[in-house]
């Protein structure tokens, strides 16, 4: 197993969060409940908090922010550039009411003296006539960035690589430009099965339609489109790497969850590779 476990991502001691304050929000679109934000100066650095879905009548009921953990240990094993998370089980306080949960913390992931654009609007502001999004990409020299972004959307089946999920930072003084690291996953794996009686009945395979800037709906047409030369070199994904991408996970999320979704990553997994053994 690759020496990884000691990642201390995961905080399971209790922490008092109730200070933040959660009315600076924005909600999902195309969900049902909002995705709650808030961030607070640690040390001169922006640390960035989420929940996972909450509504005012159930309080907070999904897992994404489990799934933010889960990526990241994912990327961590296959050597792509991502945000880094933190999991926290963190008392906080909505609307005056109190819940215990396990939300998401990231840091900042700008150097001093760089700005943000959403990769739609640099496209709308820079594209030729005709550009596609991904010729638009290769030009700028991304194309190792977008194809290994579209493999991990086929692993974990992304539903929400929209246009703004996709960031460029540029350095205000030499103007020069980079990809941001991958971030928000949480709307992925089984991400919409909460009821635990439901997780045996998952096609793990199946080509669910996805939100895609880079392509069609389908995340499994993405890869496809890809030639063979294309697909982005990765660290090889074992079996026994399992242990590091759920370490200390199973207290907050079931096992039957934690093996749906571990069959989920190692068959599309396997489908990747079939793909680059091809002939």
């Known amino acids: 197993m690759k020496n990884y476990i000691n990642d201390n991502k995961v905080m399971n001691e209790r922490i008092d969060l109730t200070f933040l304050d959660w009315d600076k929000i924005r909600s999902s679109s195309g969900t049902a409940g909002s995705f709650l934000k808030s961030y607070m100066m640690y040390k001169n650095k922006k640390v960035y908090f989420k929940?996972?879905?909450?509504?005012?009548?159930?309080?907070?009921?999904?897992?994404?922010?489990?799934?933010?953990i889960i990526v990241d240990r994912l990327l961590t094993v296959l050597g792509i550039d991502h945000l880094n998370y933190y999991l926290i089980n963190s008392d906080i306080k909505i609307e005056n009411k109190l819940y215990n949960t396990y939300l998401c913390a990231s840091l900042d992931y700008k150097n001093k003296?760089?700005?943000?654009?959403?990769?739609?609007?640099?496209?709308?502001?820079?594209?030729?006539?005709?550009?596609?999004?991904?010729?638009?990409?290769?030009?700028?020299?991304?194309?190792?960035?977008?194809?290994?972004?579209i493999l991990v959307d086929y692993l974990i089946l992304n539903r929400d690589r929209h246009g703004a999920n996709i960031e460029i930072l540029i350095n205000n003084k030499?103007?020069?430009?980079?990809?941001?690291?991958?971030?928000?996953?949480?709307?992925?794996?089984?991400?919409?099965?909460?009821?635990?009686?439901?997780?045996?009945?998952?096609?793990?395979?199946?080509?669910?339609?996805?939100?895609?800037?880079?392509?069609?709906?389908?995340?499994?047409?993405?890869?496809?489109?890809?030639?063979?030369d294309e697909l982005p070199k990765v660290n090889k994904l074992?079996?026994?790497?399992?242990?590091?991408?759920?370490?200390?996970?199973?207290k907050v999320i079931s096992k039957k969850r934690i093996d749906k979704i571990w069959e989920m990553i190692w068959k599309r997994w396997c489908v990747y590779e079939d793909l680059c053994n091809k002939e």
């Open 51 to 68: 929940l996972s879905d909450y509504n005012y009548v159930d309080g907070i009921v999904g897992h994404e922010c489990v799934n933010e």
């Open 113 to 149: 003296g760089e700005s943000k654009i959403a990769l739609e609007t640099y496209y709308e502001l820079n594209k030729l006539n005709n550009e596609t999004i991904l010729d638009f990409c290769k030009r700028l020299g991304f194309s190792e960035y977008v194809n290994q972004m």
């Open 174 to 228: 030499t103007m020069e430009k980079r990809f941001a690291p991958l971030f928000d996953h949480g709307l992925s794996l089984i991400c919409r099965v909460l009821d635990e009686s439901l997780i045996d009945k998952v096609d793990v395979l199946e080509d669910k339609r996805t939100n895609s800037f880079l392509g069609s709906a389908s995340t499994y047409e993405n890869l496809l489109k890809l030639s063979k």
């Open 238 to 250: 074992e079996k026994n790497d399992k242990e590091y991408i759920f370490y200390d996970l199973e």
